[in-house]
């Protein structure tokens, strides 16, 4: 496996990035992933992840999306993004990291479970919940 | 309800208050010794140069004060967050009504600003988590059109607490 580097996007990565946003909502939809061939790829990995907040411990990482293209998983690319991220989040103060994960991708949670990570929702009853824009809208209205 | 009630944006000085009411919810869930964030972390946090939260508090005005000095019922705090797939959203990490105040309409009514504050910001959806256990709060918001994620669609919260950070650091 050639060497690798885990680096800042800048904005001429984006279209990059785009790609692989949508590989990963494939994957998440249980797709079989196309290899395609022909192609060399320099961008084969990516995290995407912001800022924030507990206030009962502060700042927070939340990690966003992360996804390693299939053919180039096994190599320690993940392992490698996830301490990165690690390091910022201690360089920022962050008391955790924190991400959510589907019930059934089972990789993903050995994954994370290997490294140290647990399961709120199992472990302490949390779910998570939306209120999609039209409802938005609606309780704005209200009087 | 008879006096009038505003919701406001949180200001620098509302920290301290604010700071209380986050113990007094630690207090009631028997946790108080989780909180770890003092005063002056909420408002470096919240009011420096780059804020990591926005606050809102639910103010009486000042002929009602309680005895503790406070004019403040409750707090709605919320940050900005960002989906690949949907664009901004807006997730509401917190919101408290003091006891005494309670049933008066008043987490409605900071409810709707932090929806008008999505909106305002061109926000898809409002996200937040809730407790499996906590049936009127689940009631609450699904009578606001709230949809479970983790039941329909198998999503769960994990975390990599401090020490597991500092494990990953050191691989």
Known sequence: MANFVIRSATPSDCSDILRLIKELAKYEEMEEQVVL???????VGFAMYYFTYDPWIGKLLYLEDFFVMNEFRGFG??????KNLSQLAVKCRCSSMHFLVAEWNEPSIQFYKRRGASDLSSEEGWRLFKIDKEYLVKMAAEE | MAVALQIREAKEA?????????????????????????????????FGENPFYHCLVAEFPPEHRDPLGSTLAGYGLYYFTYSTWTGRNVYLEDIYVR?????QGIGSKIIKKVAEAALERGCS????????????????YKARGAKDLTVAEGWHFFHFDNEALREMVRM
């Open chain 1, 37 to 43: 061939t022909e192609k060399g790829y320099s961008i």
């Open chain 1, 77 to 82: 690319i993940g392992s490698e993004i996830l």
């Open chain 2, 14 to 46: 509302d920290c301290g208050d604010i700071m209380k009411m986050i113990r007094e919810l630690a207090e009631f869930e028997k946790l108080s010794d989780q909180v770890k964030i003092s005063e002056g972390v909420l408002k470096t946090d919240g």
């Open chain 2, 99 to 103: 006891p005494k105040y309670q049933g």
């Open chain 2, 125 to 140: 959806q409002l996200r937040f988590a809730v407790l499996d256990n906590n049936k009127s709060a689940i009631d609450f």
